[in-house]
């Protein structure tokens, strides 16, 4: 059920956006943001269990989610610039607001390294995934020390 309401969210969210603001306000931005990034985790712990051997390594769900991750990257980022966002409660640091273009640049690679495992998934070949895969992660990580308070 959970799911569902996080997809019927993005979902209505997505409508919003194509009528004109995708967001009625700052708090609204936060909740889209977090779904966003909600869909990527769960995409990237799926295929991290598979990069690590915790679940059989299965080519087309790892193309799957490499897909979905690819797609998923390019949401939450404009739900940064709302005004009024950096004043909601939510896990990103005060200094996500100070160095907003360094975020911005951080998130523009993380949509680079998404296209990049997206090609290496294509293969089918575990070995040529894993190293995009490492990457990914390496840079997903490296934004969250900074920007995101756990």
């Known amino acids: 059920m959970k799911n569902l309401f996080i997809f019927v969210s993005l979902s209505?969210?997505?409508?919003?956006?194509?009528?004109?603001?995708?967001?009625?306000?700052?708090?609204?931005?936060?909740?889209?943001?977090?779904?966003s990034f909600q869909l990527i985790r769960h995409n990237f712990v799926d295929l991290g269990?598979?990069?690590?051997?915790?679940?059989?390594?299965?080519?087309?769900?790892?193309e799957k989610r490499a897909?979905?991750?690819a797609t998923l990257t390019t949401l939450p980022w404009e739900a940064f610039e709302v005004p009024g966002a950096d004043k909601v409660k939510s896990e990103a640091k005060a200094e996500l607001w100070k160095n907003l273009q360094d975020f911005q640049n951080k998130a523009q690679?993380?949509?680079?390294?998404?296209?990049?495992?997206?090609?290496?998934?294509?293969?089918?070949?575990?070995?040529?995934?894993?190293?995009?895969?490492?990457?990914?992660?390496?840079?997903?990580?490296?934004?969250h020390d900074q920007?995101?308070?756990?």
Do not use: W
Request: with cysteine; net charge positive; glycine share 4%.
């Open 67 to 69: 897909n979905a991750l």
């Open 49 to 62: 269990d598979m990069m690590r051997g915790k679940v059989p390594f299965d080519a087309k769900r790892a």
């Open 109 to 143: 690679q993380f949509q680079s390294d998404a296209l990049a495992l997206q090609t290496a998934a294509k293969s089918g070949d575990q070995a040529t995934i894993k190293p995009a895969f490492g990457n990914f992660a390496k840079n997903c990580k490296a934004c």
């Open 147 to 150: 920007y995101k308070a756990d």
């Open 12 to 35: 209505l969210s997505s409508a919003a956006a194509l009528a004109g603001s995708a967001f009625t306000d700052a708090e609204d931005s936060v909740t889209y943001r977090q779904h």
